[in-house]
């Protein structure tokens, strides 16, 4: 079975301090991992993927197979990161199956 | 590009009534979804499709029901809505099930079930 835990429901931080949100995950396979972000009054959207190891918008997340962990970081937060933010994971079958979310905000 | 548009964006139901939720891409996406959002419980899988005249329960799917005749579009039914399926839905669409697909997402439909 897939299943996305995100153990922190909010998150609150500092303008300029860093900040990690928590993914971890449970599949026997290989995984095929994501992060998405819901911006206030805007449509979910792509912010990364495991397979690209891209840093988008100053977030990183590096896929731990040993600790099933997908955490996503960002050094510095900035006040327009305030967000919801879901991990997502695609397990080989069809389905995306999405974490509960862990809204962050970024105090100035 | 519309990409992928819901439709209604809202709705007020009484307890019994039934529904039909449209999602429409326009990408020529394979793979479908339909999501529903609560508070505290993130987004969970209703259903979903992997191509045209295909269909699939995710993981809550008791009380609704998906047709995909058409590859663009999407249905999602309520035969007799409850209380309990107010929420927000969204569907989505990706090109297929590769590890590289980004998954796209309509704006939501509020539905309050009264």
């Known amino acids: 079975a897939q299943r996305v835990t995100q153990p922190e429901k909010l998150l609150s931080v500092f303008k300029g301090a860093p900040v990690e949100l928590k993914c971890n995950y449970s599949y026997s396979g290989s995984p095929e991992l994501f992060w998405y972000v819901q911006y206030s009054r805007q449509r979910l959207q792509l912010l990364l993927r495991?397979?690209s190891r891209e840093s988008i918008k100053g977030f990183t997340a590096d896929l731990n197979k040993g600790e099933t962990s997908f955490h996503l970081k960002k050094p510095f937060a900035q006040e327009e990161d305030s967000a919801m933010y879901y991990c997502a994971l695609k397990g080989g079958s069809e389905k995306l199956v999405f974490g509960k979310g862990t809204k962050l905000t970024v105090n100035p | 590009n519309a990409g992928v548009t819901q439709t209604p964006k809202f709705r007020v139901l009484k307890t019994g009534q039934s529904m039909t939720l449209l999602c429409a891409q326009d990408m020529n996406h394979e793979y479908m979804y339909w999501y529903r959002q609560d508070p505290g419980m993130g987004l969970r899988l209703i259903h979903y499709s992997v191509g045209e005249g295909t269909t699939a329960k995710g993981e809550v799917p008791d009380g609704y029901n998906v047709s995909r005749l058409k590859k663009q579009n999407f249905l999602l039914g309520l035969e007799s809505a409850a209380p309990s399926q107010t929420s927000v839905y969204f569907c989505?669409?990706?090109?297929?099930?590769?590890?590289?697909?980004?998954?796209?997402f309509g704006q939501g439909t509020r539905l309050t079930v009264v």
């Open positions: 495991h397979i």
């Open positions: 989505a669409s990706s090109k297929d099930g590769g590890g590289n697909t980004e998954a796209f």
